[in-house]
Antibody
Framework: EVQLLESGGGLVQPGGSLRLSCAASGFTFSDFGMSWVRQAPGKGLEWVSA????????HNADSVKGRFTISRDNSKSTLYLQMNSLRAEDTAVYYCAKVGKPRLGIWYFDLWGRGTLVTVSS | DIVMTQSPDSLAVSLGERATINCKSS????????????LAWYQQKPGQPPKLLIY???TRESGVPDRFSGSGSGADFTLTISGLQAEDVAFYYCQQYHSPPWTFGQGTRVEIK
């Protein structure tokens, strides 16, 4: 079955760190770019970070530049998001998402995980 | 950054009637080199992740009912639900993938009148 399963969310204090993971299955992970998209409570979708299938290229939203790092381990079919210097405004459900076409750099998302909640609060 | 603006924010439609959602981008998302509009539509039901409905502005994802259709080009796009069903109650988002940062519209809530 083709699926994505996020983990690693939780409650963290402002200024703290957290690492999210996304385990992929059912497709050739290394062929596809991956992204993290977040959704604050009651709000819309915000793209956060993206990485190509090889892992050689990444993009980050300005709101997380210098604080969040996306990476992947293709041998483990797992995507990561290292989040440092967390702020209250980072509170959200974080989804990992797979791009729709392999190896083409086309960034719409045809598969989403169920998300993991990150709460930044003292 | 390309700003995506949806209208309306919310709409109520009777069962079986047509729902129309608009999405406008602050700059064209059409690549003239391949004549493709880099625009996708998603549906999100409460407590669920988004689901891809449409990509390339008008290509329906596999398994999506044909009552969902996308149209438009350049900077103006429309998602149409022809014959609203109860299971279509959801939020709908457009997204441009023309250039990073990839941006979403603010969402449109569709409910039954």
């Amino acid at each position: 079955e083709v699926q994505l399963l996020e983990s690693g969310g939780g409650l963290v204090q402002p200024g703290g760190s957290l690492r999210l993971s996304c385990a992929a299955s059912g497709f050739t992970f290394s062929d596809f770019g991956m992204s993290w998209v977040r959704q604050a409570p009651g709000k819309g979708l915000e793209w956060v970070s993206a990485i190509t299938g090889s892992g050689n290229n990444t993009h980050n939203a300005d709101s997380v530049k210098g604080r969040f790092t996306i990476s992947r381990d293709n041998s483990k079919s797992t995507l990561y998001l290292q989040m440092n210097s967390l702020r209250a405004e980072d509170t959200a459900v974080y989804y990992c998402a797979k791009v729709g076409k392999p190896r083409l750099g086309i960034w719409y998302f045809d598969l989403w995980g169920r998300g993991t909640l990150v709460t930044v609060s003292s | 950054d390309i700003v995506m603006t949806q209208s309306p924010d919310s709409l109520a439609v009777s069962l079986g009637e047509r729902a129309t959602i608009n999405c406008k981008s602050s700059q064209s998302v059409l690549y003239t080199s391949n004549d493709k509009n880099y625009l996708a539509w998603y549906q999100q039901k409460p407590g669920q992740p988004p689901k891809l409905l449409i990509y390339w502005a008008s290509t329906r994802e596999s398994g999506v009912p044909d009552r969902f259709s996308g149209s438009g080009s350049g900077a103006d796009f429309t998602l149409t639900i022809s014959g609203l069903q109860a299971e279509d109650v959801a939020f709908y988002y457009c997204q441009q993938y023309h250039s990073p940062p990839w941006t979403f519209g603010q969402g449109t809530r569709v409910e039954i009148k």
